[in-house]
């Protein structure tokens, strides 16, 4: 996949030419796989938003840094600028499931507009693509239904706000079934918070904050092979707090027992703890605790 020549799709009505699917509108579509063309191995940029749901395995498909091997029921999300492709071995397979994409002209002054980058998943990497039971690729498929017949009618002035809503409604949905499997992979996701907890641990221990600077969440979620929203999120699902804050608390606490060595001033802590100036540092202490550094040291 590495030298291979990247397909670049603009706009809505090249990618439904590609595909061999009428262009109802210019900047949103349903695609029907069944009526493509086969696939073999490409790689594809797209200038619009995009959801996968495959019902065949068509080979590994790479997105971000990892690759996955589709299951039926499988729906993936697409940023726009993404790049992503599929590999299977130079194999022509016939596609079959569904695609939605829409462009960023379409949701532009519109609630969902605002509110996209709610909406994380568009950033995970494939292997943490969203795995739906039957009954919620039911769900699915009726909102690809209600989009697709919204586009079959005659532009009206109703009929912007009518798809965008259905749009909005299915990444809803979308939101509540992630929801529903952080929660079903319970027992994978109580690992990845272990690990988390000791990377953490490991680096304030380690020389890492003079050397790199205070932890930054990609670090760890790179450590953990996530994608840093997927990371995120699960963080803030089990946690309640986000992956920051689990950081920043931390740090507090390794402080907190610093401070009281006689040995050590309040600037060496900081630059310790991987602050550049130790202002940074007592302005986060004092938020946290509500007293400053200097003032915790008096007062223990």
């Known amino acids: 996949m590495e030298d291979q020549e990247v397909e670049i799709y603009n706009s809505v009505s090249e990618y439904n030419k590609m595909a061999r699917q009428e262009t109802l509108h210019p900047l949103v579509s349903v695609i029907d796989f069944s009526k493509s063309d086969p696939v073999c191995q490409h790689k ?123 749009i909005e409604l299915f990444l809803n949905y979308c939101m509540r079934f992630y929801d529903r499997q952080f929660i079903t992979r319970d027992h994978i996701n109580q690992g990845v918070i272990g690990k988390f907890e000791n990377l953490v641990d490991d680096y304030f221990k380690s020389d890492n904050p003079k050397n790199i600077g205070f932890p930054m969440v990609n670090y760890f979620a790179e450590k953990l092979n996530l994608s840093a929203n997927y990371f995120g999120d699960l963080i803030k699902k089990e946690l309640g707090v986000s992956a920051q804050e689990f950081i920043h608390n931390k740090l507090i606490d390794i402080a907190k027992e610093q401070i009281l060595d006689p040995a050590k001033s309040i600037s060496e802590i900081s630059y310790d703890l991987g602050f550049k100036y130790p202002q940074h540092f007592t302005r986060l202490f004092k938020t946290k605790v509500g007293i400053s550094p200097s003032e915790y040291k008096t007062l223990n």
């Open 44 to 166: 594809r940029t797209f200038g619009f938003y995009t959801v996968f749901l495959k019902d065949v395995m068509c080979g590994d498909m790479f997105y971000g840094k990892n690759s996955y091997d589709y299951q039926e029921g499988t729906l993936v999300f697409i940023a726009p600028g993404q790049t992503y492709g599929i590999y299977n071995k130079g194999k022509w397979i016939q596609p079959a499931g569904y695609a939605l994409i829409f462009h960023p002209d379409l949701i532009k002054g519109t609630n969902l507009g605002k509110n996209i980058k709610d909406y994380s998943f568009f950033s995970y990497d494939v292997h943490e693509a969203l795995h739906l039971s039957e009954k919620e690729r039911e769900i699915i498929l009726e909102c690809f239904k209600n989009i697709k017949f919204e586009l079959e009618q005659s532009i009206d002035k109703h009929s912007k706000s009518l798809i965008v809503n259905n």
